[in-house]
């Protein structure tokens, strides 16, 4: 029995109104993860503080590999934190600011 069998079953259980979407959980938790991570963060503000960036102008200024950097990328796209245009044969990140302040409001809703 995985976790989060665990975590609908215990839900279920409690009361028989209660419903927990795993999937919709699981997809808020990647979002949730994605920048709480220090270097995705020194990302976001490098990104912040520049409009816009290249992956190669991420990579060397905060001296990473490519590959680090493209994948630190990857995730803050795919939780939405970046927005990506391409121009010619360049991707430019910028930053997603209606995303974080979404998961900011989130956030301080469930900490009240």
């Known amino acids: 029995m995985s976790m989060n069998n665990v975590i609908?079953?215990?839900?279920?259980a409690s009361s028989s109104e209660l419903k927990i979407d795993v999937l919709q959980l699981k997809k808020a938790a990647l979002i949730l993860r994605a920048?709480?991570?220090?270097?995705r963060q020194q990302?976001?503000?490098?990104i912040h503080q520049n409009g816009k960036m290249t992956v190669t102008e991420i990579y060397v200024k905060l001296r990473?590999?490519?590959s680090v950097a493209s994948q630190h990328l990857a995730?803050?796209?795919k939780a939405g934190y970046v927005n990506t245009v391409r121009d010619g044969k360049f991707i430019f990140y910028s930053v997603n600011y209606d995303r974080l302040d979404q998961v900011?409001?989130?956030?301080q809703e469930l900490l009240k």
């Open 8 to 12: 609908l079953e215990t839900a279920v």
């Open 75 to 77: 995730i803050l796209r």
């Open 43 to 46: 990302i976001l503000k490098l």
């Open 104 to 107: 900011h409001s989130i956030v």
């Open 35 to 39: 920048v709480n991570h220090k270097l």
């Open 64 to 66: 990473l590999e490519q």
